[in-house]
């Protein structure tokens, strides 16, 4: 393992974040997903796709680009109901650092890129490149208003994510506060291998979530059956 920062959870994060619900075909959103195949096919009829702008973390500012197909079944908990939660498939971040923590800590399948956002009035163009070979492009927009998103608001059943990763089960449940407004995605392409091709879909308007502060708690972590 390269070299890095370790920085243990549980993690706070500042910054901004668009989320936008996505209708694709099976196979943008199960063959391209990037979930391992010991997961399945994930339930519900919309993907999600993200852009967040970290403007302070543990491991300093960074972008990411994520695509959660939809949710899995996790395996039982110790009572033996059934975890069923969404998983990250795809994600890139501008941080060496965020990849190797990402994955210690919390399983999440991250890689790094690099960015490009270039910001007019409401709308800004983002494209995602590795080795200088841009996969991703992107235009959003964000709403004019927004309103207080409190931190407790959406139960914690419905924050959790699940990865499994080097026969592990991860558990999390992220937290955020904010500013919720509407955030659309207004064009978007990608290649298919590194990330989903979203424009083979349909894109429904999302969120905008303005100066956030989000964490991250530790991890429940457990045995995947192999």
Not at 20 to 41: F, H, K, N
Not at 91 to 107: E, K, M, T
Not at 189 to 210: R, V
Request: aromatic share 10%; glycine share 12%; charged share 25%.
């Amino acid at each position: 393992m390269t070299d890095y920062h370790p920085a243990p959870p549980p993690w706070t994060l500042t910054g901004r974040a668009y989320a936008i619900p996505l209708r694709l075909p099976d196979t943008q959103r199960i063959a391209q997903s990037g979930v391992p195949e010991t997961l399945g096919t994930p339930r519900g009829r919309y993907s999600v796709m993200m852009f967040v702008d970290y403007s302070d973390s543990d491991v300093g500012p960074y972008h990411e680009l994520l695509f959660i197909p939809g949710t899995y079944d996790l395996g039982p908990d110790d009572s033996g109901r059934r975890e069923r939660h969404r998983s990250i498939g795809r994600i890139y971040v501008s941080s060496h650092d965020s990849v190797i923590n990402g994955r210690l800590n919390w399983g999440i399948p991250k890689d790094q890129a690099e960015f490009s956002v270039e910001q007019a009035g409401r709308v800004e163009h983002i494209s995602v490149a590795r080795e200088g070979k841009v996969f991703c492009r992107l235009t959003l927009k964000r709403g004019r208003l927004g309103v207080p998103l409190p931190g407790g608001l959406i139960p914690a059943r419905l924050r959790t994510l699940g990865q499994v990763r080097d026969g592990k089960r991860f558990l999390y449940t992220p937290g955020a506060s904010g500013r919720l407004g509407l955030g659309t995605l207004l064009d978007g392409w990608a290649d298919g291998e590194h990330f989903p091709e979203i424009q083979a879909g349909k894109a429904l308007t999302g969120g905008y979530l303005s100066s956030f502060r989000m964490t991250f708690p530790l991890a429940r972590i457990s045995d995947w059956p192999t």
